[in-house]
């Protein structure tokens, strides 16, 4: 009798166990709530446009002729071997088609210093895969002058107003130099978000490393660029930068919108890893105080010297002296009770 009652009570308790573990999960997901990265078709970018008419004389692609390709991270390239298999490439490392009208406007912009071999091997890829894919395109590289600590953002802002001097692209693609797009099919063009191309990376397994990534290769038209103004400057050293443009991203209230996995796939040419600059976790920290005037639109941060800008056969290069870190990362930091909190961070990362 005893035994019974005590069966039934396990039994209730158990039941109540079960059903605040199913509500805790409830409320959890609602407020783990993830939507503002998406998968789109890359025909999606070019098909859109088609619904008012205003894809009549553009450029035809055709998807099931473009597909994968064969991607080489190894050998070394010469640039005459290069323009000889790309005669279409001209002075500046540009192209338009001129059977059609292009969709896109597209600028490449390759931050860059000292790695020489792995931008011929990107260019041995770039150049057919543009001309496929039917895109006006140039391709910049934007070399950070002296041996101060690199930084990857400012080159971009650097990159994206420079650019515009040479015409008005429609589109900017901010690609690092080591990343080779492994299927034709992954359009270089942008829509009215941010894209981030590089999905797959095969680094990583050929998987996001995690939901909120925005590094490698990213595409975005220039209204979105000035909108969330640019990245930020102050990222000197390896890491964190490109967090802090995905953060302006959602903030903005933009979609991060990737092609799916099988599509955007990139192969990394290897290289040693650069670690951590130690600034980087604790200036992210106060990303959001800092962001609308850190960036584009800031004169102080935005002081550079373009020394030499010249147009090889392919691609146009800019060297440009972007100053150095100050010395000490402290005028950089934010109030530190602004700052985000630890329990951001862990949820930016893991969410
Ligand atoms: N980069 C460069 N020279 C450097 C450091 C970085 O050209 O000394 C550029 C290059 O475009 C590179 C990108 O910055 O692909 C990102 O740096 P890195 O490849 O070291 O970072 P990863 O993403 O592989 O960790
Ligand atoms: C860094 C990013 C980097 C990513 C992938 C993150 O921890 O903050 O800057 O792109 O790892 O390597
Ligand atoms: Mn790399």
Redesign the pocket.
């Known amino acids: 009798m005893r035994c019974k009652s005590c069966l039934s009570k396990c039994r209730r308790c158990m039941v109540q166990v079960a059903i605040v573990v199913y509500i805790g999960l409830i409320i959890f997901a609602l407020f783990n709530y993830r939507s503002h990265c998406i998968e789109t078709m890359p025909n999606t970018l070019i098909e859109m446009s088609k619904l008012d008419n205003s894809g009549e004389g553009k450029c035809r692609l055709d998807f099931d002729t473009l597909g994968g390709a064969q991607v080489d991270i190894f050998g070394e390239p010469s640039e005459q071997s290069i323009l000889e298999a790309n005669p279409h490439v001209q002075k500046g490392g540009s192209w338009r088609p001129d059977d059609c009208k292009p969709w896109q406007r597209v600028a490449i912009i390759i931050p860059y210093r000292d790695r020489m071999h792995h931008l011929l091997i990107l260019l041995r890829r770039l150049h057919p895969m543009l001309k496929l894919q039917k895109v006006d395109y140039r391709v910049f590289v934007v070399e950070q002058a002296g041996n101060d600590k690199f930084n990857r953002g400012k080159l971009m802002n650097v990159g994206f107003l420079e650019a515009l001097r040479f015409g008005q692209f429609d589109c900017l693609v901010f690609q690092d130099v080591d990343l080779l797009p492994e299927d034709n099919r992954n359009l270089y063009m942008c829509d009215s978000y941010a894209r981030h191309l590089a999905s797959a990376i095969d680094e990583m397994r050929y998987h996001v490393?995690y939901y909120n990534?925005a590094?490698?290769v990213i595409a975005m038209n220039k209204h979105n660029f000035r909108k969330v103004n640019g990245y930020s400057n102050s990222y000197w050293g390896?890491?964190?930068?490109?967090?802090d443009f995905s953060a302006r991203i959602m903030e903005a209230g933009l979609l991060l919108t990737r092609p799916p996995p099988h599509i955007g796939r990139f192969k990394m040419v290897r290289h040693t890893k650069a670690t951590?600059s130690e600034s980087?976790n604790e200036l992210?920290l106060g990303w959001r105080e800092r962001w609308r005037r850190d960036g584009l639109n800031d004169p102080v941060g935005m002081n550079y010297t373009v020394q030499t800008v010249r147009e090889f056969p392919l691609y146009t290069s800019i060297m440009v002296d972007i100053g150095q870190p100050p010395p000490s990362m402290d005028v950089l930091m934010t109030d530190k009770s602004k700052d985000l909190s630890l329990w951001w961070f862990f949820k930016y990362?893991f969410p």
């Open positions: 490393m990534y590094g490698g390896w890491g964190n930068e490109d967090d951590r980087g992210f990362y």
